[in-house]
């Protein structure tokens, strides 16, 4: 059998027409078979040679789409912001970003696969972490932020957000969701962090509204 000279090609290809497969028809919605259809003569076994599940797909569509406009190198570059300035925006660009939010709401039903919620739980925590403790650390820096526990709100926040506040993990209706991102803000904001301001709550609001009810 002849080797794919050009792997990579081959699994953004199944990843560029996963996506646009996902946000036009929905995760549930869409099949490998479908997938491999738009692939221009690709096997099913090509696919399942780079992914072993559509739910693989799904997680590499998220990441892929998190690096291609990563909000915090987005706000690193400004100088205009103070650190908390910074923390706010970079919830902002997220969730203004209608594509990757739609892919989010979508993506909760994979965390029911054990292995992939603990690799999230992990990637966030490596990637997510040092990223919001730079910012944490420039906030008490500049006094837009006053918290002796950067580190620690830093491990915890990709945490919350990966385990806690999944409906999955955690069963909860939409209230329960708003009232728990209200708990979020007002524990963090006890903390020195005020990072919940009146249109980051609009922004949540929106959010929760999009997750289907069990």
């Known amino acids: 059998m002849a080797r794919n000279k050009y792997p990579e090609v081959t699994v953004e290809r199944i990843l560029d027409v996963s996506q646009r497969l996902f946000l036009e028809k929905g995760y549930d919605h869409t099949t490998i078979q479908d997938i491999v259809d738009e692939l ?15 739910e693989e797909i799904m997680d590499a569509v998220s990441d892929r ?11 690193r570059k400004r100088t205009d912001l103070n650190g908390l300035e910074k923390l706010r925006e970079v919830v902002r660009l997220n969730q203004g970003d209608k594509a990757r939010t739609s892919m989010t709401v979508q993506a909760i039903p994979i965390t029911k696969n054990p292995r992939l919620l603990v690799e999230m739980i992990d990637s966030n925590r490596r990637i997510l972490t040092p990223y919001f403790l730079e910012l944490i650390e420039e906030g008490n820096k500049d006094g837009s932020l006053h918290t002796e526990y950067a ?4 491990e915890l926040l990709p945490l919350l957000t990966s385990l806690w506040l999944l409906p999955n993990v955690f069963p909860a209706g939409k209230e329960q969701m708003r009232r728990k991102f209200y708990f979020l803000g007002d524990m963090l904001e006890k903390m020195g962090v005020p990072l919940m301001d009146d249109t980051i709550y609009a922004l949540v609001d929106e959010f929760v509204e999009q997750i289907p009810e069990e």
């Not at 580190?151 to 830093?154: D, L, P, S």
Request: charged share 25%; proline share 3%.
């Open 40 to 54: 221009d003569g690709l096997s099913k076994g090509a696919v399942y040679h780079h992914f072993k599940s559509k």
């Open 65 to 75: 789409m998190f690096f291609e406009n990563n909000p915090f190198e987005t706000v």
């Open 151 to 154: 580190r620690e709100i830093a």
